[in-house]
Each structure stands twice: as C-alpha cells, then as structure tokens.
C-alpha cells in the first residue's frame, strides 16, 4: 500500500493519472491536491468520485502550511507535481502566476518532502530518508527550447526555454535537481511531449480545433501552421510516469514522448476532415450536419511571440532502460478523442463557460 500526493489532479493530465493510478494499482491512496483554477475541473473526475482509495483536498501547493498539514495528515511516500499553470499563451500575458504556482510551488513541495521524509543524517552530513520515498516532477520537452529541421531533445541537450512558461518549468526542474544533489532527496523529473486525449482543456490546440469545427467557428492557426509538435495520447504519459515511478533511478531525467511529429496545419486539417466526417454520419446528438465544415473554416492569424518552431523527443532512455512503450497510434489516438469531445458536448460547454469565455474573446480579439 503506498501514499501517493498527486497534485493538480483536477487538470488534463493529473485527472487521466488519478483515474490510471487507480485502476491500475487498486491498492494504493491517493490524494489529489489542486486549487481548482480556470483550467481544474471536479467534473473531470465525477467517476472516481466516492472511490475509497481517493481523497480530493482543495488547496494551494504555494501554502506552505496546507502542504505540511496533508504531509503530517497522509504519510506520504510519493509525490507526482503537475500542479502548473500550463498554457504558453497565458504565460506571454501575465508570467507572474506562472513563477508563484510552478516555481515557488515546487519549492514548497520539494521542502516538504525533504522534512518529512528524513530519517537522521549520513557520516558525511547528507540527509537520510524512509525507503522508498519518491517525488516526481511532471515537466516539459519544452524546457529544451526549440530544435531546427533536424535533430531531437535528449535528456542531455541544454536547457534553453523561450517562453516565460518553459522557463518556469525549467526553474522548477532545475530546483529539484538541486534537491537530489544537495540534500539527495529521491527524485526523478519526466520530460513529455505535447499531450492530447479526454478532458483537455479547449483552450490547446487539439481540443480548440475540434470545440471550433463543431461550432464552424474560425480556426486560428498561428504564423504559417508548419511549426511542429511531437503528439503523445495522455494515457501513454501516464504509464510513462507510472513506469519512472516503479523503475526509474532517484536523479535521473527521463523523456516520454511517442515518435510523433506533425505540422501544426496538418493537426488542424485532420481534425476537419474528421469532425466532418463523424457528423455526417449522423450518429451525434449534434445540432451541426456537417454539411458546412470545410478548410474554409482555418484563418491564418499572428503569430505567438517566441513560437518554437519544432520540438522532437528522443525517447530511447525510458524505452531502453525501463522498458516503457507507448500503446496509442496516433490515428487511433486521435480518432478516440474527437468521439470522445463528440460524446461530451456538455462538459465542454461547461469548461468553455465563464473565465474562459473572457480569456477566448481577450486572445482572438487582437489576432
Ligand atoms: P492543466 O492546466 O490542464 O492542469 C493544471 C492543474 O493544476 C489544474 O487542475 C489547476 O487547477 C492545478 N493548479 C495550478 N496551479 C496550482 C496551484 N498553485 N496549486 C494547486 N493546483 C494548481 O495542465 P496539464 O496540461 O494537465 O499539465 C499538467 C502538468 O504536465 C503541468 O505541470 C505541465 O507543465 C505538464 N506537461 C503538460 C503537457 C501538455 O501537453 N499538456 C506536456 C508536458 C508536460
Ligand atoms: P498549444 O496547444 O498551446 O501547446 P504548446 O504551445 O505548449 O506546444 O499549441 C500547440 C501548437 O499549436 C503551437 O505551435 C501553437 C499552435 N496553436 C495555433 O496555431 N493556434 C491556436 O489557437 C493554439 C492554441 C495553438
């Protein structure tokens, strides 16, 4: 039986993991730590709701006395930080929540930890810790900055972030790394390509695209749409992680990613064609026949300011060494996850409601 703190569970990715850790090890507690901002949904996890193994406790991983407090309360043996402000857009507007939750956050947790983990001190005056104990951080391929044509992010290529969003996961990496040098608290940091698959937020691309061609709203692609991302379905980041948890070697960095790269505008002409597709078949309870989707939906808008142009993930060091694959073709992948924003009109109506809402018309209004 472990403990395991998951933080921003109520997000994209931590909810898939709350529901994936559950099922896939029916014999761990896990505590879900989020401060439901815009982007955190309680929806997102209605079916675990009533879980025995499952606690929701709301809260701000920056209140260093609510993070002890559940510290004192569960015994934890693992942390899993995906608590961020996550999206590059938000982060260009207004860095500074994204230093407070995704850089004085870790902190907080990683200081935790380090507290109530620690048995005593070594002969050489290094802190000693329960066995077994581990935090993870959840990271970015986006830390490594931006790649030309050629080439791929190992675990070794420099850290270089362009925006203040890679940047602040940089700095939240680079902390914990400091914790395993300094202090060798057990950690380990996840390096994942961009994700896609149920419950991501609409304002990413993926779900932005499928929310507007349902809408025959515009699609904005930004600059020329050939900038290129490196797609890996959620459920394979979650079992990426699950396996650096259970394999993976306290100090080490490992990348997740699923051989996958594709142009902005070939993402957003898929996602047309398929859309279109699904709803003419009739088989939607969707006020939308599909008879007017067409390309003529995609405008090209201005660009991000410090757009990457390419990210690519080698991913030989988790696949080599800890044998972790990924299960999800893309077309598969991709496929699911249009049926499944199909299937959810109502909650994404319901994300799509209030804040959000304010942020779409600030956003596009200027592009
Ligand atoms: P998300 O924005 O969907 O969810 C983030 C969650 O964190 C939300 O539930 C939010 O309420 C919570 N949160 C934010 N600040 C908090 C705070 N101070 N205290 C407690 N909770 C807080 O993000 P996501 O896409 O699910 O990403 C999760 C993690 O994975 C992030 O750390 C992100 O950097 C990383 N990541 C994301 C991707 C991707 O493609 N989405 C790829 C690689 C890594
Ligand atoms: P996004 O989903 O924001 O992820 P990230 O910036 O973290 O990679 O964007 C993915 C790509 O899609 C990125 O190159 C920016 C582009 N994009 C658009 O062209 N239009 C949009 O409306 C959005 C949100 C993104």
Redo the contacts with the bound molecule.
């Keep these: 039986m472990k403990t395991i703190l998951i933080?921003?569970?109520?997000?994209?990715?931590?909810?898939?993991f709350v529901k994936y850790m559950l099922n896939s090890h029916p014999d761990y507690k896990i505590v879900n730590?989020?401060?439901?901002?815009?982007?955190?949904?309680l929806e997102n996890l209605a079916d675990v709701e009533g879980n025995p193994n499952y606690v929701f406790a709301k809260?701000?991983?920056?209140?260093r006395p609510f993070i002890a407090d559940l510290f004192d309360q569960y015994d934890f043996d693992t942390v899993v930080?995906?608590?961020?402000?996550?999206?590059v857009d938000r982060s260009i507007e207004d860095p500074e929540?994204f230093i407070?939750?995704?850089v004085m956050?870790t902190l907080v947790l990683l200081d935790e930890a380090k507290f109530h983990w620690q048995t005593g001190k070594d002969d050489n005056g290094y802190p000693t810790y329960r066995d077994g104990v581990r935090y993870h951080q959840?990271?970015?391929?986006?830390v490594y900055g931006a790649l030309g044509k050629t080439g791929m992010f190992t675990e070794v290529t420099p850290i270089a972030p362009n925006s203040p969003?890679s940047a602040s996961?940089a700095s939240a990496d680079l902390l914990v790394r400091s914790y395993g040098q300094t202090f060798k608290l057990p950690v380990t940091i996840s390096?994942?390509?961009?994700?896609?698959g149920p419950?991501?937020?609409p304002e990413?691309l993926i779900p932005l695209m499928i929310s507007n061609v349902v809408a025959l709203k515009s699609l904005p692609v930004y600059g020329d749409g050939m900038q290129i991302r490196d797609w890996?379905h959620?459920k394979d980041?979650c079992s990426g992680i699950d396996t650096i948890l259970e394999k993976g070697m306290a100090g080490e960095v490992y990348n997740i990613g699923g051989n996958n790269e594709k142009a902005n505008i070939d993402i957003v002409n898929l996602i047309i064609e398929d859309v279109g597709e699904m709803l003419r078949s009739g088989k939607y309870a969707i006020d939308n026949d599909g008879s007017k989707i067409s390309k003529d939906l995609i405008t090209y808008v201005e660009d991000r300011l410090g757009h990457d142009r390419r990210y690519a993930i080698d991913n030989s060091k988790i696949t080599t060494e800890l044998g972790w694959e990924p299960s999800y073709t893309f077309e598969e992948g991709i496929a699911e996850t249009i049926k499944w924003y199909l299937n959810n009109q109502e909650w994404l109506e319901q994300v799509k409601s209030g804040d959000y809402q304010q942020y779409y018309e600030k956003m596009y209004s200027k592009k």
């Design positions: 933080t921003g569970g109520a997000g994209f990715i931590g909810s898939n730590v989020d401060v439901l901002t815009y982007a955190g949904n809260g701000d991983i920056v209140d930080n995906f608590a961020a402000e996550s999206h929540i407070k939750s995704n956050g959840v990271s970015t391929d986006e969003y996961k390096r994942c390509s961009n994700n896609y419950y991501h937020f990413k890996l959620v980041h």
